[in-house]
């Protein structure tokens, strides 16, 4: 290889890292305009998932206090069933007692 090849050589290797560290400088630039965008998004994430986190454990509650409510709608229910019950228990036994009481004696209606 002549010293002529080799100069051109090494003039060619200095422009092509020269064009790299253009590269490299336009790269940082990226990074740096990167991470002034990501801050920022890091404290949103940081803050929505504080948010999720209490909205998860805010749906726990409410899923507990929905299952007390419905166990009490139940009881409810089934003491409502009970009371109509009993009611028309005591209302056909009233009614014997006043068909017994308004038949003629000797005789009772049924």
Do not use: F
């Amino acid at each position: 290889m002549e010293m002529t090849d080799v100069r051109e050589d090494l003039v060619a290797l200095r422009r092509e890292v020269s064009a790299l560290r253009e590269v490299v400088a336009a790269l940082r630039e990226e990074m740096s305009a990167l991470r002034e965008v990501v801050v920022p998004l890091r404290e949103k994430v940081t803050i929505l998932s504080e948010v999720v986190a209490k909205d998860h454990s805010d749906t726990q509650k409410l899923k507990a206090e929905n299952a007390a409510l419905h166990g009490a709608v139940v009881r409810l229910e089934q003491a409502v069933v009970e009371e109509r019950t009993t009611r028309q228990t005591v209302v056909e036994d009233l009614r014997q007692e006043v068909r017994r009481r308004a038949a003629p004696s000797g005789r009772p209606q049924g």
